[in-house]
């Protein structure tokens, strides 16, 4: 990691819950991340949000992350809370890093989930790394969080629970693992591997590099350009 920490001075890693896969159409209902300065995790945001009035979780959302209806309403925070709390993050912050586990995804909803409030403008100052291009670029197909944790043996400690702190927490350790493994994860900042046959999933992030990638390993992506 010693590459990363000499390019920024915070590394945010961030996860969501939806209740879908539209960034147009459904809803961020969890927001976890872990803020890591020099190594260490210096905080911690793991929020639920309310639904708006009348809408309700589809049921495979609910049987894979086991939050319900009725748990956002009595443990759930607005999202101009939950924005403000995750901003907090990255305040005070010259260089910051933020990185997910199929990060397209997961900027895509942030930016829409920030915008309405006022807040999107936090997402101009950071780099993004996502670990699954990372990942791919490691391993042969599949691809899940879950295949990860298991390839890297951090099992023991990390777990893909579909709960988005322990998710944005499985992935940090995910970095550390990769980053002990080779040193090269600098050269995918902003570099994100798109489906080799179906392209772009979502709208292109103006400061991002995209290419297609292999779901079978060959030469690294930052190769490719």
């Not at 010259?94 to 995804?105: G, I, K, M, T, W």
């Not at 043996?153 to 940090?172: E, F």
Request: with cysteine; net charge negative; aromatic share 10%.
């Amino acid at each position: 990691m010693e590459e990363l920490w000499r390019q920024f001075d915070r590394i945010v890693v961030f996860d969501t819950e939806t209740t879908g896969i539209d960034f147009g159409r459904d809803r961020i209902i969890e927001l976890g991340a872990v803020s890591l300065e020099a190594g260490e995790e210096s905080a911690c945001l793991d929020v639920l949000i309310r639904l708006p009035e009348g809408r309700t979780l589809p049921p495979f959302i609910v049987e894979l992350t086991g939050i319900t209806d009725a748990q956002l309403l009595a443990e759930g925070v607005e999202q101009e809370a939950a924005a403000a709390d995750f901003c907090r993050l990255l305040e005070g912050c010259e260089r910051p890093l933020l990185v997910a586990y199929n990060a397209q995804f997961d900027l895509n909803f942030l930016y829409h989930f920030l915008r309405p409030c006022g807040r999107a403008d936090v997402l101009g100052p950071p780099r993004f790394l996502d670990a699954l291009t990372v990942y791919r670029d490691r391993r042969d197909y599949p691809h899940k969080l879950c295949d990860a944790i298991e390839a890297y043996g951090l099992g023991d400690t990390a777990v893909n629970s579909h709960r988005a702190v322990d998710d944005a927490r499985a992935t940090a350790q995910l970095l550390e693992a990769m980053a002990a493994e080779r040193g090269d994860l600098a050269k995918y900042i902003d570099l994100f591997g798109t489906h080799p046959k179906y392209g772009l999933s979502g709208r292109k992030i103006a400061s991002v590099t995209y290419r297609p990638q292999s779901y079978r390993r060959q030469r690294p992506l930052y190769e490719e350009i």
